[in-house]
């Protein structure tokens, strides 16, 4: 697969600009700097003067980019937003704003990347992930999974319903007739969708379930079968030709579910922290998901040492083709297209 590169309108050295965000002529000079010390540039070309933030997150902004970069670190980990204040002398109000911004370019960056067309999960693990609102065991995530690329491909918030769940199978519709394997537990409504969804007229993809409600005493492990007339042993065989595991599992999704709620406040059912509005665990989600993708390099994908330390880092996108670069917060921050 040839992997597709997102040029970042940035120079190599921080803060300082490499070319004109107007007319993208490189025929710049410093011109002074701000009262708050920020660096100002004179485009020769078009005559445009602008400082080294403008494009990026930061421009127009009071805190320094240290403290900005530390608000959208803390809300990736799921620190409480009302906690916030004290730490960098501003109002929730103002790093509310901040993070919006912060979610807004997320997306417009992810909707930049050119996603190859001929990119199909091999695999799918489906699972859901607990969210706790105001102490009331109400919402689900349903999570769409790439075990092998270790890549989150998409997900819904909603009710432990059918309708939510069908949701998020509307949004793998482009893979239809294409995955190879479907992994999923004994929810019911999962046959049903699987078969409208990703199936293709007779050709249905192979699916194994893992009933979890069903303990195998002779095996000693919980109850497994295939779907749509295959076996179980057919099912583990192509996994483990997929190097995945070694027999039917949800384990590499529900692994991720449990990484999600250690490594955030906001997902950890016994947290006294917990979210006050509904949208913003929507975008805490889909913000932590973006940062897994492109920005967190994965321990079973990079390159580590002897010692299992990652040497170079790989993303879940740069697994997936989607890039050929692991990219830091800061890039993403001051990304800007003229």
């Not at 004179?42 to 400082?51: A, D, M, Q, S, V």
């Not at 004994?186 to 979890?212: A, C, D, H, Q, S």
Request: aromatic content about 14%; overall charge positive.
């Amino acid at each position: 697969m040839q992997k597709n590169t997102v040029i970042i309108k940035s120079s190599d050295k921080k803060g300082e600009k490499s070319c004109c965000p107007y007319c993208n002529s490189r025929d710049i000079i410093k011109y002074g700097f701000q009262k708050n010390k920020v660096q100002r540039y004179l485009c020769i070309t078009c005559g445009k003067i602008f400082n080294e933030r403008y494009g990026s997150i930061f421009y127009r902004k009071r805190l320094s980019e240290d403290e900005i970069l530390g608000v959208i670190y803390l809300f990736l980990t799921g620190y409480p937003i009302s906690n916030m204040p004290p730490m960098f002398d501003i109002t929730e109000k103002a790093i509310r704003e901040i993070l919006k911004d912060v979610i807004i370019r997320f997306q417009k960056f992810k909707d930049h990347i050119l996603i190859p067309s001929e990119y199909i999960p091999e695999v799918i693990e489906i699972d859901e992930i607990y969210i706790k609102m105001q102490g009331q065991r109400k919402f689900y995530g349903w999570l769409a999974y790439d075990p092998k690329n270790k890549f989150i491909i998409d997900f819904i918030i909603g009710q432990r319903n059918d309708e939510t769940l069908e949701k998020l199978f509307k949004k793998l519709k482009p893979y239809r007739g294409k995955i190879k394997l479907v992994l999923i537990d004994g929810y019911m409504g999962y046959e049903k969708f699987i078969r409208k969804y990703l199936g293709k007229k007779r050709n249905k993809p192979l699916t194994g379930v893992i009933n979890k409600s069903r303990f195998n005493k002779k095996t000693g492990r919980f109850y497994t079968y295939g779907l749509f007339g295959k076996n179980g042993k057919t099912i583990d065989k192509l996994i483990q030709e997929l190097g995945i595991g070694t027999t039917i599992s949800t384990a590499l999704i529900e692994n991720l579910n449990s990484f999600i709620r250690d490594s955030a406040q906001y997902m950890r059912r016994k947290s006294k922290r917990l979210p006050r509005i509904f949208h913003w665990m929507i975008d805490f989600l889909s913000s932590y998901f973006f940062f897994h993708n492109f920005l967190k390099a994965h321990w079973a994908l990079s390159s580590r040492s002897s010692k299992n330390w990652i040497k170079v880092g790989v993303t879940p996108a740069m697994a997936c083709g989607f890039s050929n670069v692991q990219f830091s917060l800061y890039d993403i921050m001051t990304f800007h297209q003229p």
